[in-house]
């Protein structure tokens, strides 16, 4: 079965950095768009970027200009560069992705998610 492993979160203070990873796993024959998500306690899970295979790239507003995501599509892995923390993007993440099977079965999983908290 198809696996995402994230990891990456940690504790740090505003203005710091962390990056998180994203390595999927199994009998993947496609990957067409990796994702980061986040959802803070008490809000909805919400979209903070996405890379195709071309590389195009989306980001939420919020992030815009401090976070880059990129993909090792040898390595089917994803990441997320967060710079210029701030206490409002603390949350838990989690990478997601879009693609197909060898058998042509579209997926779409989730990884268990990895905490980031941004101290004031």
């Known amino acids: 079965q198809v696996q995402l492993v994230d990891s990456g979160g940690g504790l740090v203070q505003a203005g710091g950095s962390l990056r998180l990873s994203c390595a999927a796993s199994?009998?993947?024959?496609?990957?067409?768009?990796m994702n980061w998500y986040r959802q803070a306690p008490g809000k909805q899970r919400e979209l903070v970027a996405g890379?195709?295979?071309?590389?195009?790239?989306n980001y939420a507003d919020a992030v815009k200009g401090r976070f880059t995501i990129s993909r090792d599509n040898a390595k089917n892995t994803v990441y997320l560069q967060m710079n210029s923390l701030k206490p409002e993007d603390t949350a838990v993440y989690y990478c997601?992705?879009?693609?197909?099977?060898?058998?042509?079965?579209?997926?779409?999983?989730w990884g268990q998610g990895t905490q980031v908290t941004v101290s004031s």
């Open positions: 890379i195709r295979t071309s590389g195009t790239t």
């Open positions: 997601n992705i879009e693609g197909a099977t060898y058998g042509m079965r579209p997926i779409r999983p």
């Open positions: 199994g009998p993947i024959f496609s990957i067409d768009v």
